[in-house]
């Protein structure tokens, strides 16, 4: 269609030119026949040019006229365009970054307002979209007749395609980190705002997850930054498999990373998660031909409980992820009130650490490890102990990683092996001693030759020795670990694999590392006697396939004739637990080894319960509308013990008040003076700490709303009208001190 038949009739005689009152040809106001020549020639040039088109449309929005160029560029035949609705042609692009996304074209053809420069996509009735997406933007202004009726509209468009991918990738880059393709920081911290501020007035939660690599420098240390990026990129791609369309993850920089949940408060199914993205993450990671082991740790914070805006959130998630690599590293941990400073903790704690290891203030327990059809010891695993002045017994799942983010682990771990050689080079012959080695000290450079001198210092024969090892050390480079295992073997001393079956690669670290013995993790056999779990047969599996490889096994954990039984059924010739004895010190196990014969009859409990935990704190007890206060004592997944009231008969139904919104409903199950049992409802939940929790906790909105004090909730915005009701009655139960 020709641009001139838009101008057809502008040369004809008006009525009222031909009734001689306007103006003639050639008099203002009056296009004249070669002025309306020049005018069609300047606009078709316009158009072959390709500078910009033109377009109308009829009263009903209908395409009437569209430059020839522009039916070229589209692709399309001028039938499928002419008479068509251009909303139906068009639409604005929801994707277009900074467009008013509040004017569609359809509203702006509706109101008939004036068009300028709107960015609209190609979409001919929105199915078979070609290939190549087209935009355009487009101009246009309201027409009306001599009566002041609507026309249509009049047009003009000019194709942006290339400059508008240009902006849709740079607004892409401006939100997305560009190794992974993951959100950056900028889009995580909008994100999380948004979903607040939306969620605080709906009084719905939202979880958000940090997490950073562990062991992620050594990899660009030893493999190179380029291997890093790879492994960056498959991190990414693992985190995205697991959440799914779940949340949003985001790469911060470096080798963080962080994780939203909407919707998400059940404290057990996070801490399921969380577990998950560990051992997922901690798989090896093949780059190029080399192999790389990582982890990580989570720290987990949940609007609204701890927190209501961004910065509290964010802050409380750094603070858990902070608790989680100081206490051992692949771990989660929920955010608590009560977390304290952990970078100045574990400045301090380093301090002491150096100081106790100089003052020779650290010394070494030994765990039996003992021949089931005899009961008779054949080793003993050594394990650090140390009892700081101040803060008591200390953990060894708190000190070592300390030690092993500083140059302590290499000193400590020599000062064990030494120690533990000389402690058993006085034992029976048919004894022999296990040490620990940490992958920091396996990885270091001269490692065989401490073991050597160990060895020749104290006098042990070398097969005599056993080095526990984890899947850790083979991350790195395979070649330096291959030197290491044959010097090693080359000594003469006993290797073991440690933590078997917690990791997913075990079985290819068999296939050439030269291991003596596999050992069971206590997580498997902690649920061995449980009729919903798999542990059983995985101790079966592991068992047998050692016996296969010619190698020993021994099962760690064994607390209860229940798990006893079962295990020896699987084949189990050697156990390490409880049930034998516990860690003793020096002095104990030389008197045990005394008589000259060292045997230890099993003995413990018939079945296996799940751990109660000893405790000393306030909580607080509901029973209809009183609440007392009362000390809690002991703590399983299950039930509780409970001291500070009296006359509560069995079966009566109560509401635990364990702070922070956590409310476990429960029934006693027995009573006695003052003291209280109780199973829970609905079990707890790990904590991630060893600790136990609640799955849900209590909105801060409902807990302002029966009265609770504004001082023990999370900042925030509660009703004024927040007051605690008057009990209906008087208290059934008497409160004592305790």
């Given at each position: 269609?020709?641009?001139?038949n ?19 040809f ?25 500078i910009?088109?033109?377009?109308a449309s ?27 609705s ?55 202004h ?15 468009a ?33 994100k999380?705002?948004t ?7 709906a ?13 992620f ?19 990414a791609?693992r ?16 080798d ?13 199914k996070?801490?399921?998660l ?12 093949a780059l190029?031909?080399?192999r ?14 701890d927190?209501?805006?961004k ?30 400073d ?12 150096r ?11 030994y ?7 005899d009961?008779?010891?054949v ?6 102990r140390?009892?700081h ?35 058993a ?68 001393v ?13 079985l ?17 056999v ?10 059983a ?33 699987k ?17 104990a ?9 060292f045997?230890?009859?099993p003995?413990?409990?018939?079945r296996?319960?799940?751990e109660?935990?000893?405790m000393?704190?306030?909580i607080g007890?509901i ?24 006359g ?9 008040d ?36 609640t799955?849900?906790?209590v909105s ?39």
């Open positions: 269609m020709a641009v001139r838009l101008f057809r009739g502008f040369g004809d005689r008006s009525p009222a030119a031909e009734a001689g009152n306007a103006p003639q050639g008099e203002v106001g009056v296009i004249l026949p070669s002025d309306l020549k020049r005018r069609l020639e300047v606009l078709e040039d316009f158009e072959q040019a390709g910009g088109w033109l377009w009829d009263a009903e929005g209908r395409l009437i006229y569209i430059s020839e160029n522009a039916v070229q560029k589209l692709e399309q035949p001028l039938e499928n365009l002419l008479a068509q251009l909303t139906t042609l068009f639409e604005t692009d929801p994707y277009n970054p900074g467009e008013r996304s509040d004017r569609p074209l359809a509203f702006q053809l509706s109101a008939r307002n004036k068009i300028i420069d709107l960015t609209v996509r190609f979409a001919p009735g929105r199915s078979k979209l070609e290939e190549r997406q087209t935009w355009w933007s487009i101009s246009g309201p027409k009306y007749d001599a009566n002041g009726d609507f026309i249509g509209y009049r047009g003009s000019k194709d942006i395609t290339a400059e508008y991918e240009r902006k849709l990738e740079d607004s892409r880059l401006a939100e997305f980190d560009s190794l992974t393709g993951l959100a950056n920081r900028h889009r995580m911290n909008r999380l705002e979903t607040l501020a939306a969620f605080k007035s009084k719905r939660a939202c979880t958000l997850m940090m997490l950073d690599l562990d062991r420098k050594h990899v660009n240390d030893t493999l190179g930054h380029q291997a890093g990026d790879e492994l960056l990129k498959q991190v791609e985190l995205g498999r697991i959440i799914g369309d779940r949340g949003e993850i985001g790469r911060l920089g470096g963080e990373f962080q994780i939203i949940l909407p919707d998400l408060d059940d404290r057990g996070l801490g399921e969380a577990t998950k993205l560990i051992q997922i993450v901690s798989l090896p990671y190029g031909d080399e790389a082991l990582i982890g990580t740790s989570v720290g987990i914070a949940i609007a609204p409980y927190g209501l805006e910065d509290d959130l964010t802050r409380n998630s750094d603070l858990a992820l902070y608790s989680a690599k100081n206490g051992g590293r692949g771990q989660f941990r929920f955010y608590s009130a009560d977390l304290k952990e970078a100045e903790e574990a400045r301090l704690l380093e301090e002491d650490l100081a106790a290891l100089l003052a020779d203030e650290l010394e070494l327990h765990q039996p490890v003992v021949r089931t059809k009961h008779m010891v080793g003993l695993e050594a394990l650090m140390w009892e002045a101040e803060r008591g017994f200390i953990s060894p799942g708190v000190f070592i990683p300390i030690a092993e983010k500083s140059n302590l682990i290499n000193m400590l771990g020599e000062w064990a092996l030494r120690r533990a050689c000389q402690d080079a006085n034992w029976p012959v048919t004894v022999r001693v296990a040490v620990n080695v940490s992958a920091v000290q396996f990885a270091t450079p001269g490692f065989p030759a401490i073991v050597t001198n160990a060895i020749a210092a104290s006098g042990l024969a070398p097969d005599r020795l056993e080095l526990e090892l984890t899947e850790s050390v083979f991350m790195g480079d395979s070649e330096t670990i291959d030197d290491t295992f044959n010097a090693l073997k080359g000594l003469g006993r290797l073991a694999l440690d933590d078997f079956g917690t990791g997913y690669s075990s290819s670290y068999l296939r050439s590392a030269p291991f003596d013995k596999l050992k069971v993790d206590k997580s498997f902690d649920s061995c006697t449980q009729k919903d779990q798999n542990s047969k995985i101790i079966a599996a592991i068992i047998g396939l050692s016996d296969a490889l010619g190698m020993e096994t021994t099962v760690e954990g064994v607390e209860a004739f229940d798990q006893f039984n079962l295990v020896c059924s084949g189990a010739r050697f156990i390490q637990g409880y049930i034998y004895s516990k860690p003793l010190k020096l002095e196990a030389l008197d045990r080894m005394s008589s000259g014969e045997r230890i009859e003995e413990g409990p018939d296996h319960r799940p109660r935990r000893s000393f704190r306030r007890v029973h209809l509308d009183h609440r007392y206060e009362a000390l809690l004592r002991d703590l399983s997944t299950t039930g509780a013990r409970i001291e500070g009231l009296l509560v008969p069995p079966g009566t139904d109560l509401v635990l364990l702070g922070g919104g956590q409310l476990a409903v429960c029934v006693v199950t027995r009573s006695s003076d003052a003291t209280i049992a109780v199973e829970f409802e609905s079990p707890l939940v790990s904590d991630g700490a060893g600790g136990l929790c799955r849900h906790r801060p909105y409902a807990l302002a709303a029966a009265g609770m004090p504004l001082t023990s909730l999370p900042p925030g915005k509660y009703p004024a009208e927040a007051f605690s009701a008057a009990p209906s009655g008087p208290p059934l139960f008497m409160q004592v001190a305790i």
